[in-house]
């Protein structure tokens, strides 16, 4: 908890005061190491580094911020390059591809308590639209069959998180059951760089479907599992 606060403190030092990373190790007494991991995200624009400049910041911190923003630079175009390349490889999904890419996500996220249901909760919108579309387009599952549970935290605002879920998943609000709400708040999970619009859980109750899914899983399972395979 301690370092989560030394964490909320050097980010809210480097949006509202701009400070260099030096400035704030003298504050909060933490390495560079840290900083540079902690405020990954946050770089200084080139205005203010030359503004810190004129008030005589170090030349070896000018250096070091322009370097962070460099190397972020080719970062971004080095990670677009690779999703440009990996889009056009990737798609499109032919029928047994789809099928086996939410198998795996099932397999990897899905929830194996009950045997006669399919169901998936992730904090990731983009997770939750994939399960639903591979349900209802490789799986036959009828939209309208679908739950939703929501899990919030109590210093959430219920109702708009509620309208978002609804909103992105196109699911009408009759197809959500009562939110679970967490006594926790969100100031306990920020630091985990999650989506903050909750837990989102989507189950569809089907035994012979979910038997289905549960021994496809079992059979990959088992033929990696044996050895000498």
């Avoid at 569809?204 to 899914?213: D, K, P, S």
Wanted: aromatic share 12%.
């Amino acid at each position: 908890m301690a370092e989560f606060k030394e964490r909320e403190k050097a980010i809210a030092l480097r949006k509202e005061k701009q400070m260099s990373y030096g400035q704030i190790k003298k504050i909060l007494k933490v390495s560079k190491s840290t900083l540079s991991y902690w405020l990954r995200n946050y770089p200084l624009s080139e205005k203010r580094i030359k503004e810190l400049q004129r008030k005589g910041w170090e030349k070896s911190e000018t250096s070091r911020e322009r370097f962070r923003i460099t190397m972020r630079k080719k970062k971004e175009e080095r990670l677009k390059k690779f999703y440009k390349e990996q889009r056009k490889i990737i798609f499109p999904f032919n029928k047994r591809e789809f099928f086996l890419a939410g198998l795996f996500l099932y397999w990897g996220e899905g929830s194996k308590t009950h045997p006669g249901e399919l169901s998936i909760s992730n904090t990731n919108p983009s997770i939750i639209k994939f399960f639903i579309s591979w349900l209802t387009n490789s799986l036959n599952v009828p939209k309208e069959k679908l739950r939703v549970q929501l899990h919030l935290y109590r210093d959430m605002n219920i109702r708009k998180e509620i309208q978002f879920w609804s909103k992105i998943l196109n699911l009408p609000l009759s197809q959500f059951n009562k939110p679970y709400i967490k006594k926790s708040s969100t100031n306990r999970i920020n630091h985990k760089g999650g989506f903050g619009y909750g837990t989102c859980n989507v189950t569809i109750g089907n035994t012979r479907l979910a038997e289905r899914i549960h021994m496809s899983i079992k059979a990959i399972a088992d033929k990696y599992y044996k050895k000498g395979t």
